[in-house]
Every structure is written in structure tokens, then in C-alpha cells.
DNA sequence: GTCTATAAGTAGATAGAC
DNA sequence: GTCTATCTACTTATAGAC
């Protein structure tokens, strides 16, 4: 999605907010098109129809998704500090997108076989690297034995949970702490790298 | 909602399927219709509109949702078999019903304002309890000093997560794995015991 | 490139026959 | 209670003026 003028990235920035906040079905192209400051027939003229303008969006927000996995597997680390650096470029992404989670779990549900293609090359090849690594550190005594997929579930259920469920949080801790939610985001990276610290820990 | 005659009941379970497979916005009436094998006026006799029916729908949702976290904060058990029973409930829970969590957090994200109320008196209320039970058990040695809220978004993000993410976990497990994936979905019931048991020790 | 006006199609809802 | 036919409103998309 090329992204030239000036008003084409207006309309790209504006339909991003829309989109992810409300869901394709949910979105009014009038919608963006008040959030962009301009007529609904440009939103046409620049992207055709509101299926196009919507998966710009919605490739870049798979983008942005997979980024923190894959380059966190691609680095030349051990398991620990993969899942670490997972951790921590995830609450970073989130904290500044709390829409993202569920904007592509949905959109993974609605149309799994977009997925089958994406997945089968990208996650799944990157995947079998970890769980062999994984597989090493056992056998080496770095770690304790564990599932290398059932680890990954509960890191990335742990880090991205608390995003999609933000209205819950949001009223928990305005009732109940003295903190704020961003800091409440914030500790999540300590909170979540003890959790796995510890589980892994090869003296338990 | 009351659900008396069988034509009732019949619409009734198809907008439960179509609802929460599409969401408010993305169901159509005439789906429902088709999924109940019935003429689309009668879905109006009966509920009058789709938001109507969509009510319905939800309230259940909510129900068997805060069921799981209702019930454990209730009885007279200590932090982590309370832990574990709410793990075993929500595995079991979605594992008919994977649609659940999406189709609630969706729900909650788009109106808020409704779950202030809901949440406010329920589980808020509950959550006060456990938050001193943690203390409590803390002070008696009995587990390992954490931040309760941080100990309960990591478990209902290990429990939960998965589910929401299931055409991923569905892709990798006929890909990579021998096992099925309703197998992975019951072995978690003792993987997050396994890791609640480990970061609450207080030996450790 | 940007706007106004409008076409074409769709979805929720209702009227009325049976 | 259940159906067919239809109304009304809304939404995407386009035509055409500027």
C-alpha cells in the first residue's frame, strides 16, 4: 500500500483509527471519512472500495503483529531472552495500540484461510527453530523440560490478554489501586520475565 | 429472556451461533433465519429486533464468562486451588465454546460503559476478597509475595488467550505436532497448574 | 483533486394473508 | 404462529460539476 501524498495518508491514518476501533463490519466509510476531515467520495478515489482501504490496514496491522515474533526468533539468543525481548517489544507495541490484539484476532477468526498461507511460511518455519532450540537448552540442563508450545501460549496469553481485555483492567484498577493503567502496562515486563524465569528455572 | 416455546428456543440457539461467530454488526438476520430453518418475520415476532435478540444472546455470554470467576472467588478454598479451578472451569467452558472470549472482549471493548456498572458490583467486589486472601497467605508464608492483579492477569491470559487465538494454535499443531488439538487444549488444564504451583512457592 | 448529488443494493422491520 | 410481499432507511460506490 503506497502511501504518496498527503492526503491519501490522511485518509490511511484516519481509516487505521476507524477500522481497528470498530471492526470492518462496524466501520463507516462516512466515518473515516469525518475522522479524516474530508468527503467520503475521496476515501474512493484514492483507495477504490472499502474492502481495499481495509486491508491496507489490515496488512499493516499483521505487520506491526509479527514483527515482534519474528525478530525475536531470528536473533541469535537463548530461550530466555527470545521470550524476554518478546515480552518487552510486545507491551511497547500495545502500549501505544490497544486495538491491535483483537483487530487481528477477529479478522483471523472471520477469514482463517487468509491465515493458512501467512502462518504456514512465516510463524510455523520460525517456530520449528524455537522449538529445537528449545529442545537443546532441555537437554543441556540450561532449563527444565517444558512443552516449547504450551511455554509460548502462556508467555504470549500473558502479554496480550490484558491488552484485549483493557476495559476490565481499566475499571479494576481505577478501583481498587493507587496506580495508573499505563504503569500498570509498564510492570508487566518485570512481572511477566520473573514468571518465566522462574518456571523455567532447571533447580525447581 | 425467557425462552418458553420451541420456535423460541430454536431462533434463539442459531443467533447464539451467529452472533458470536459474527458479531452484532457482521450477523444478518436472514442468517439466523436460515440457521434456524425458519421465515425472517418470525425472528421479529418472537424478539421483536436484532438488537433485542442480540441482548439476549449477550447476557448469556456475560453469565457463563463471569460464572468461571464467580464461583471460585465464592468458595472456601486457598489461592491456588481456587487458581485451579478457575483454570478447569474456563478450559472446559471454551473448549465448547471457542467464540466466547472474542465475542465477549469485543463486546466489552465497543461498549464499555455498560460493563461499568456490571463489573463495578460483580467481580470488582470478588476480586476485593482475593486481593486479601493473596495478602494473607503472603503474610502466613503459605505463598511467595506478588502482585495479585499481575498473578490473576496471568493466569486468565493463559487460559483464555489460547482460545481466542485458535485458528493459530489449530495451524501449528497440525503442522508441527502429532497430538490433536483438543488434546492441547485439555493438557493445559495441568501445564498452568503446573506453572501457577511453581511461581507462587515460596521455597523458591 | 475535491466536492455535491445520486444511483444501486442491502438489511431491519412491518403489514397482511393464511 | 408462520408465511410472502413490501416499506424505509442506510451504505457503498459512482457520475459529473468545479
Redesign the interface.
Known sequence: MVKDTNTERIIFNAARKVFQ??????ARMQEIADEAGMNKALLHYYFRSKEKLFQGIFNESIGKISLGIQNVFNDNMGVIEKLQALVNIYVDTLSENR?LP?FV??E???H?EK??EI??KT??VH??GF?IQVEKEVQSGKIKPV?P??LL??V???????F??????????N???DSSVEQ?YL??KK??FE?IV??L?PK?
Open positions: 476501533k470498530k471492526g470492518l463490519d462496524g486495538y483483537l484476532l477477529n483471523m477468526n472471520q482463517p491465515f493458512e502462518l504456514s510463524i510455523v517456530l520449528k522449538l512443552n508450545l504450551h501460549m502462556n504470549l496469553g500473558m502479554v496480550i490478554f490484558p484485549a481485555a483493557y476495559p476490565v483492567v481499566s475499571i479494576i484498577i478501583k481498587n489501586m500498570f510492570e508487566r512481572e511477566i514468571f522462574i518456571a528455572d525447581k
